[in-house]
């Protein structure tokens, strides 16, 4: 994977992937621990974990284009009635 697009992990900062949010426990050149919430802890590769953040990027961003495009337009004020005056008592 090239550098450009590879996720930076620092460790004991928090990530999240499917399982859900994880703690990077340690790197050591091309493979890290990570640690979920309920202890479970894996080692993984740092490539594996940057093609989900990345991935989950576009997901996130692709999403948000969807939801701007299904907002309707802005619609326009409509202007006051206009009324019949008061008939005159004189």
Do not use: H
């Not at 990077?24 to 940057?50: H, P």
């Not at 996130?60 to 005056?85: C, D, H, I, N, V």
């Amino acid at each position: 994977m090239n550098s450009s697009t590879e996720c930076e992990f620092i460790v004991d900062e928090k990530y999240e992937n499917e399982k859900g949010i994880f703690r990077v426990m340690s790197i050591e050149k091309d493979e890290m621990v990570i640690r979920w919430a309920n202890g479970e802890e894996v080692q993984t590769s740092i490539e594996f974990q940057s093609r989900i953040q990345n991935r989950r990027q576009w997901e996130k961003t692709l999403q948000e284009g969807k939801s701007a495009a299904a907002k309707p337009a802005p619609r326009k004020a409509k202007p006051p009635k206009r009324t019949k005056p008061a008939p005159s008592t004189e």
